[in-house]
Structure formats: structure tokens, C-alpha cells
């Protein structure tokens, strides 16, 4: 699989921080257990195993913890990211000091399971949508603290994310709406506010009803519509009506099973928030090779 993020592209100094503030929680002033029944100068040798079928997700991410916590640990690698996976199939070999291994053990766990968790999610909501242009996206229903891994377990797992938090797009959603006192007010001052602080962002707006909708078709000036809580059929006719002057993304209580009526119905994209936050962890297993 071939896919560009804001993780990859990025230096290690957030990544470095979410491992290092995990490990202080974690380890605390010692892994007195270990410590007690282990050698300092102890060597070992451990697989990780997959005992589920998935897709594997967060290998960089567990590379560069053990490569932070100690960097006499070496890893050796026989799947990457994005990879299918199988049960009984070995994800990698990990050898260095033994205490280093069990120290990071189950902050690695956590985080790969987490993680191909996620992605495996994301790969059955896609591939639900094959043969139409319609996009998986995530949502701000992530961990917190832990968005940026979430988010790339979703790009991992073949959807699209969203928005990384509140500044990098305009989302005006329904309680914007209403405080603002209304869809026009809303939007007017949306562009009053780009324009004094000079930014070029992105506006979506989210219409509860084809009330709202019209309000939105008459003013314009904003880039994609969502549709909250709209049946499939509400969704082809709210589609027909944008007739393409605007993005479209349907939102609100989509599952595995409704999905592809939404994807038919002619959205552009579908958000889906139990991508980051109905999720189970895919099962693997860290064992001392003996």
C-alpha cells in the first residue's frame, strides 16, 4: 500500500513526545519487577506474532520507541505497514538487552495492537465502497493525546482523514450555527474572520434538514455540505440538488451495514467516528525466543 500523511512527512519530535510522556506513565521510577528477577547485562531475543487476521498498523511507530528507549535494541522486520496479515505470521524479531524488551513490552503491544486495529476497521468500511468515488474520513473522535497515531492507522487502513484538529479547516457545525444566530450570520461571519486574519481554510457546513439546506444552496460561499442524520434516500435527493456546486459529505450514525446505500446515494464522503472510537484492538503477542 502506497499512501502520503502529515505523520510521515513530519520530524520525530511529536512522535518523540506521545512515546516519551508514555513511557514516564508506564515506567515511572522503575520496572521494579523486572529489575528484581533480571540481569543488567541480560540479552534477549523476543517475535512478535500475529494471532489475528487484520491489517498491521503502527510498526514506525514501535520501531522508533524501541529506538528511543534504548538503542541497543534492534529489530528485525518481516511485515510493514499496511501489510494483510495472518495469524501465526511473524511481524518481527527484537534482540538486545532483555530488560529494555520487557520495559517497552506492553507500550509496544498497546500500541500496534491499537493501531491495526483501527486500520483493520477502516479496510472493512472501504472496502464496502468499491466501485463508487466515495471517500472514507475520520473524525475529532479520537484518544486524546494520541490523534496523530489514531489518524495514520485510518490513512493506513485506506480512508482519508478529515481535519488533524480545529485549525486547519472551517467546520461549522449545527451549535456553531445556532449561536452564531443562523446559517447566513454564520457564513458572513466566517469570511469576516479569514479576512482579517488572512487565512485561506476551507468552509463545510453541516444542514440538519432540506430547510437548511436551501438556506445554504441560496448563500453559497463555502466549499462542502455535510449531511447529518439524512436517510439514504434523503442523501440522493440532497445530492441531486447540490448538482455538484459543492463537495458533499453525509455524516451521523453510519455504520458497516448502511455504508454502501450512503456511498450509492452520490456523497463524496462519508465520516465515520467509530473508525477512531468503536474500535477492538487487533490481537498480537510479544514472546522471549528461548
Known amino acids: 500500500m502506497t499512501y502520503h500523511s502529515y505523520f510521515y512527512q513530519m520530524d520525530n519530535t511529536d512522535l518523540d513526545h506521545i512515546l516519551l510522556n508514555a513511557l514516564s506513565e508506564d515506567i515511572g521510577e522503575g520496572d521494579h519487577t523486572s529489575c528484581a528477577v533480571i540481569p543488567e547485562t541480560a540479552y534477549g531475543k523476543a517475535v512478535l506474532i500475529a494471532k489475528q487476521d487484520g491489517i498491521l498498523a503502527g510498526v514506525r511507530v514501535i520501531q522508533r520507541l524501541f529506538k528511543l528507549f534504548d538503542s541497543k535494541l534492534q529489530v528485525h522486520l518481516f511485515q510493514m505497514d499496511g501489510n494483510r496479515i495472518h495469524s501465526g505470521m511473524e511481524i518481527m524479531h527484537l534482540e538486545g538487552p532483555s530488560l529494555s524488551i520487557l ?69 461549522l457545525k449545527d451549535n456553531h450555527i445556532d449561536f452564531a444566530g443562523g446559517i447566513e450570520k454564520a457564513i458572513i461571519q466566517t469570511h469576516k474572520y479569514l479576512e482579517k486574519q488572512n487565512k485561506k481554510l476551507k468552509i463545510e457546513i453541516e444542514v440538519r434538514d432540506f430547510n437548511e439546506l436551501e438556506q445554504v444552496l441560496k448563500i453559497g460561499r463555502i466549499d462542502r455540505i455535510m449531511l447529518d442524520n439524512f436517510t439514504p434516500d434523503e442523501t440522493r435527493q440532497a445530492v441531486v440538488l447540490i448538482n455538484g456546486k459543492y463537495e458533499t459529505e453525509s455524516s451521523g450514525g453510519i455504520t458497516l451495514e448502511t455504508i454502501r446505500d450512503y456511498a450509492l446515494a452520490g456523497v463524496d464522503y462519508i465520516s465515520v467516528g467509530a473508525l477512531t472510537h468503536q474500535i477492538f484492538s487487533l490481537d498480537l503477542s510479544l514472546n522471549a525466543i528461548i
Do not use: C, F
Open 103 to 171: 520495559q517497552t513490552e506492553r507500550l509496544a503491544l498497546n500500541i500496534i495492537q491499537r493501531m491495526s486495529g483501527i486500520a483493520t476497521q477502516t479496510s472493512s468500511y472501504v472496502k464496502l465502497m468499491n466501485g463508487t468515488h466515495t471517500k472514507v474520513l475520520d473524525t475529532r473522535k479520537t484518544t486524546p493525546n494520541l490523534r496523530l497515531l489514531e489518524k495514520e492507522a485510518v490513512r493506513i487502513g485506506g480512508g482519508e482523514n478529515h481535519r488533524m484538529g480545529l485549525y486547519d479547516m472551517i467546520m
